[in-house]
């Protein structure tokens, strides 16, 4: 079986609604294309020591898949964009 | 032959540059001309409404003179936002260098037209990227010479203030950063972050084709909008009530000359206003005779020491550090009011 597929949302604590939208999304875009068992959002505190010391200096909301940042500094806002992100990383 | 997917996408992208240039040119016409389309009331007249209707008045009038520059200015933000290459700005800031103090401050007002992302780019300053000064020099600039905020100036109060804000804010967030990360609990926060630098990331962001941005842009500014006009609307109403009611007698002779420039710079502190509102309560002062030099005191010891972001980096870099950057930013407001009266004196 393959890996499953970690896509992060780095967000302000407590988190501002750019970042709770974007997690949202996110989450949808997951559920939309079924692929819930292979892909797995989670919200992390971009503040704390040990995210900043695995992807430097971000602005948030940030997106990382695989620890790899896709969205550096934006809400993701459309469900579009999300679902390509993650069909990208899935192929 | 373009389908209706196809336009529709075209008249999405198109909407923040046509409502962009719109907000600029509306703006530069009235400045330039002094017109305004409507003939707006005195201050006497709008008192004479009675103190139910007064606050709408005020806030119709102020949006006749301000809407246009608020517009541009919203709009503007969200440019900024979706289109600046920010792991650009942000590769710059991840080195120890002693320029990075000037960069933290210069590229403050460009990576956060929201208040919300300040905080986490500041830990991230603080543990994994340039240090405790540069970060203390973002973290103060921020607010104080935020885009909306300097254009907003400049259309309510004057562009001599609105210049002065920008400047001086820029130098005494620089020097209180490199004062503060020289002291021992300073130097404390600095080693115990030390250890986590020196990791730089590889950005792969996800490409989309401009029109796209330019739509997201727009989305970010109704989001803006969304968030900070209403607080707006509250306080010009408030600021309305002041500025009718509240004694020229006291204003004239506590916030001018050097107790005005001292008091302009210490009510900043406990008094927590909202983005663009302390601007609109400096218009109303004024009118009460409030000077220039205590304004800028104001306008910039105010954002720098705004309660909210000092609990949210109290649990960052401690309350030491906070308390100590707190008052060295009111001394450089009080500072920064006297050499404008040096200067300028009392030209607004």
Redesign the interface.
Same mark, same amino acid.
């Given at each position: 079986m393959a890996k499953k597929v970690v896509v992060e949302v780095l967000g302000s604590e407590p988190p501002c609604y750019k970042c709770r939208k974007t997690y949202e999304v996110l989450v949808e875009a997951v559920k939309e294309l079924g692929v819930k068992d292979r892909v797995e959002v989670v919200k992390v505190n971009a503040m704390s020591p040990d995210i900043i010391s695995k992807y430097g200096l971000v602005i948030t909301p940030t997106v990382a898949v695989n620890g790899e940042i896709k969205i550096l500094g934006k809400m993701l806002g459309s469900k579009r964009k999300a679902i390509e992100i993650i069909k990208e990383v899935l192929d | 032959m373009l389908n209706t997917n196809e336009t529709v996408r075209v008249i999405k992208g198109l909407t923040p540059i046509v409502l962009f240039i719109f907000g600029l040119t509306y703006f530069v016409y009235c400045r330039v001309t002094g017109y305004t389309p409507v003939k707006l009331p005195s201050l006497e007249e709008m008192k004479s409404y009675g103190p139910i209707l007064l606050p709408f008045i005020y806030i119709f009038s102020y949006l006749v003179r301000a809407g246009a520059a608020l517009l541009f200015a919203f709009v503007l933000a969200g440019f900024i936002? %979706?289109l600046m290459p920010?792991?650009v700005l942000?590769n710059h800031?991840?080195s120890r260098r002693k320029s990075s103090y000037v960069l933290a401050a210069l590229f403050a007002p460009l990576?956060?037209v929201?208040s919300?992302?300040m905080?986490?780019?500041f830990?991230?300053?603080v543990?994994?990227?340039a240090g405790l000064g540069p970060a203390l020099a973002f973290l103060l600039t921020a607010p104080a010479a935020n885009i909306m905020a300097i254009i907003f100036t400049a259309n309510v109060i004057s562009w001599k203030i609105a210049i002065a804000r920008v400047f001086f804010s820029i130098i005494i967030a620089v020097t209180v950063g490199f004062i503060v990360s020289k002291t021992p609990w300073g130097k404390a926060v600095e080693e115990k972050?030390k250890a986590?630098m020196g990791?730089?990331?590889?950005? @792969? %962001?996800?490409k %989309?084709p401009l029109l796209e941005k330019l739509w997201?842009s727009f989305? @970010?500014t109704c989001?803006l909008a969304r968030?900070i006009i209403p607080y707006l609307l509250l306080g010009i109403a408030i600021v309305s009530y002041v500025e009718a009611y509240l004694p020229p007698k006291i204003v004239a002779s506590y916030l001018s000359g050097f107790i005005g420039i001292m008091l302009g710079a210490i009510i900043g502190v406990p008094m927590y206003t909202p983005t663009l509102v302390e601007v609109v309560l400096v218009d109303g002062l004024k009118h009460l005779g409030m000077s220039p030099s205590a304004a800028l005191a104001f306008l910039i010891g105010g954002p720098m020491t705004s309660i909210p972001s000092m609990l949210g980096v109290s649990?960052?870099i401690g309350w030491k550090v906070v308390l100590s950057y707190a008052v060295l930013a009111v001394v450089g407001a009080i500072i920064a009011g006297l050499c404008y009266y040096i200067v300028l004196g009392d030209v607004w």
């Open positions: - | 936002s %979706e920010k792991h942000l800031l991840s990576l956060t929201c919300c992302v905080v986490p780019v830990a991230g300053l543990y994994g990227g972050s986590r990791r730089s990331y590889g950005v @792969t %962001e996800y %989309e997201q989305q @970010t989001f968030t649990r960052v």
